[in-house]
């Protein structure tokens, strides 16, 4: 079945420096979800991107979909203490269900 | 409070009892879906209503996981004969088919099976 591969699993920054994690599948996507999960929440979506090539952006969060439709990335800006949790991809497979990554937890040093 | 709301919000129980966890969704969504998370993995899809019909189910779930949404309103998920494996948090989301299946979670029953 479909799978979504993300990375890095764990990643800590000191507070004001970039961030960013990949999702990857290796077959089409029709659409990318990201969710945040503060620790000890539960996940809080963030975005979708439907089109080949779509870039958004949410204040520091900049979010790309692939020319192929097969990956995905999350660039975070200067990050703050407020971004630490664990960012998740999600993608729909057959129908309506939502296929997870791993997720990849940030971390952040002040 | 509008959200997604789920109880309990944590239940222990002995090997071998039956439990029973409920969802109630954001009332104008027809859309709810059950989800398992263990410690450092992703939301894995359990099964998916749309008003009262289960529409999906995974081929993971154990026979011994039943859910109903019997009037398309709140959702019920049993595990019965649980086992340790079962120790998990269960996650609820629901969604509006009218927007693009963005989930809205609610904030889970922790599971523990002693």
């Known amino acids: 079945g479909q799978q979504v591969m993300q990375i890095p699993q764990y990643q800590h920054v000191q507070e004001g420096e970039d961030f960013t994690t990949y999702c990857n599948s290796s077959?089409?996507?029709?659409?990318i979800q990201w969710y945040k999960q503060r620790p000890g929440g539960h996940p809080v979506f963030l975005i979708q991107?439907?089109?080949?090539?779509e870039v958004k952006k949410q204040k520091r969060l900049t979010f790309q979909f692939g020319e192929a439709k097969k990956n995905s990335s999350l660039h975070i800006t200067a990050t703050q203490t407020t971004d630490v949790g664990t960012y998740f991809c999600a993608a729909n497979q057959a129908g309506t269900a939502l296929i997870f990554g791993k997720g990849t937890t940030l971390s952040v040093s002040s | 409070d509008t959200g997604v709301s789920q109880d309990p919000r944590h239940k222990i129980t002995k090997r071998g009892q039956n439990v029973t966890f409920r969802c109630d969704p954001i009332s104008e969504h027809n859309r709810l879906y059950w989800y398992r998370q263990t410690l450092g993995q992703g939301p894995e899809f359990l099964t998916y209503?749309?008003?009262?019909?289960?529409?999906?189910k995974s081929r993971l779930l154990s026979d011994r996981f039943s859910a109903e949404r019997p009037k398309g309103s709140f959702s019920t998920l049993e595990i019965q004969r649980t086992e340790q494996g079962d120790s998990a948090m269960y996650l609820c989301?629901?969604?509006?088919?009218?927007?693009?299946?963005?989930?809205?979670f609610g904030p889970g029953t922790r599971l523990t099976v002693l």
């Open positions: 077959t089409t996507l029709s659409n």
């Open positions: 209503f749309q008003n009262e019909a289960q529409l999906e």
């Open positions: 989301a629901s969604s509006n088919r009218d927007f693009y299946n963005e989930q809205f």
């Open positions: 991107l439907v089109k080949s090539g």
